[in-house]
């Protein structure tokens, strides 16, 4: 029961991410489950990072169960990092997004970086160690 929620609480960041996943596999991504959580890259889905601004792009992206990667390395090296923002959807659900939004808007007000002060970020990366690059 506890697992089953678990998948439905975030479950709209998850059809989000199942929709952008699928886009990326039909760019030529590769598509793999791991430890429950869908993991794409590869493919020329990593294009796609052009649209986004400098200040915006990423090797990977936790959306609910689904992490996205520019490839399969990426997806490798950053697991530890982006299962840590999985159980994060998983206690905040929907939540996640706002918050998320939230905590980089503080830090910035603050004067400090909005992406490694995020107090979501700071969690994943001392569970991953510090040797991380851009991930969300
Ligand atoms: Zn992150």
Redesign the pocket.
């Known amino acids: 029961m506890l697992r089953m929620l678990r998948y439905l609480w975030p479950s709209p960041a998850t059809a989000f991410g199942l929709t952008a996943a699928a886009v990326m596999v039909c760019l030529g991504g590769r598509a793999c489950v791991v430890n429950g959580v869908v993991e794409v890259g590869g493919g020329r889905g990593r294009a796609l990072a052009r649209f986004f601004p400098r200040a915006m792009r990423f090797e990977a992206i ?1 959306l609910g169960h689904v992490v996205l990667g520019s490839s399969q390395a990426v997806l490798s090296r950053m697991r530890t ?2 299962q ?2 999985v159980r994060q959807f998983e206690r905040w659900g929907v939540l996640f997004f706002p918050l998320y939004a939230g905590s980089s808007l503080w830090q910035l007000l603050r004067g400090r970086d909005p992406y490694r002060q995020n107090c ?2 700071r969690e ?2 001392r569970a991953a160690g510090a040797g991380v690059n851009r ?2």
């Open positions: 936790t990092h982006e840590v923002h979501f970020e994943a990366f991930a969300t």
